[in-house]
């Protein structure tokens, strides 16, 4: 009988590229829930209540600050968690990489994809 590890050291485990995918799907959704939406509430909120706050929100935004620099990030992560939610719905209801090959490549692909439009997106916003 083998015996069972007593010390699962959890940095020497490799874990697929597919898996750290679904990992970051599930983890950007509780960021969404916990930080991004109270953030776009905020947004929204300031937007809709006064005309005086809305031009101090456009002057907020339009600057390089921190608000803006924060709803980049929670842009970014939106968009990464909507590209793994339509991957998952592809392999899901389509049966198209459903393989390890075809789900490596997929994640591969996703992955890259968020980071170009991301840097787009950043370059377009800040620069």
């Known amino acids: 009988m083998q015996e069972r590890p007593i010390y699962l050291d959890l940095t020497k485990i490799r874990l697929p590229i597919s ?11 509780m960021y969404i829930f916990f930080i991004a ?7 929204i ?16 935004l339009s600057s390089i600050s921190y608000l803006s620099f924060f709803l980049f990030i929670s842009i970014s992560i939106f968009w990464l968690h909507i590209l ?17 090959k075809g789900a490596h ?3 591969i692909f996703t ?9 787009i997106f950043f370059w377009y916003l800040f620069l």
């Open 19 to 29: 898996a750290l995918i679904s990992i970051t799907h599930r983890l950007s959704g």
């Open 84 to 100: 793994s939610g339509v991957r998952h719905l592809i392999m899901d209801f389509l049966h198209i990489g459903e393989s390890l």
């Open 105 to 107: 490549y997929s994640a």
């Open 37 to 43: 939406m109270p953030l776009f509430l905020y947004v």
């Open 111 to 119: 992955f890259s994809f968020w980071f170009i439009s991301s840097i």
């Open 45 to 60: 909120d300031k937007s809709i209540s006064s005309k005086a706050s809305f031009d101090q929100l456009v002057l907020n």
